[in-house]
């Protein structure tokens, strides 16, 4: 399939809007290794059904992760989601981590 430039259209899979937002995020996931860890880490974008962040290390697909995700109010108010790592994409110097959550309603907390 072919769009109206020339290129070839991707077929977007996507059930949720997406949102552009670069927030703070505490990722704790077991990495490759079966060390657990927790990394600090940039949000590049934010669905209701997942996310997509920049962290430090690859993670195979089927991961498991808990996130936290500043949102940036006068309080420190945090939303916490469960979910499981679908894409890893390696990059110079970070590896973009694609996650879809267990469910759309997170965990809300004020740290």
Same mark, same amino acid.
């Given at each position: ?21 670069? =927030? ?7 990495? /490759?290794?079966?060390?657990? +860890? #927790? %990394?600090?880490?940039?949000? $590049? ?22 996130? =936290? ?7 420190? /108010?945090?939303?916490?989601? +469960? #979910? %499981?790592?679908?894409?890893? $994409? ?22």
């Amino acid at each position: 399939m072919f769009n109206s430039t020339g290129g070839v259209a991707v077929l977007e899979r996507r059930r949720s809007r997406r949102f552009k937002v670069g =927030w703070d995020v505490t990722v704790t996931a077991t990495d /490759n290794g079966g060390s657990v +860890f #927790g %990394e600090t880490a940039t949000l $590049e974008n934010l669905s209701s059904s997942g996310a997509f962040l920049f962290l430090t290390r690859h993670l195979d697909p089927g991961t498991r992760a808990e996130v =936290w995700i500043r949102v940036p109010f006068k309080r420190e /108010n945090w939303m916490k989601y +469960f #979910g %499981e790592v679908v894409r890893s $994409e390696p990059m110079p110097a970070r590896v973009g981590i694609a996650l879809k959550f267990d469910t759309a309603r997170p965990i809300f907390d004020v740290r």
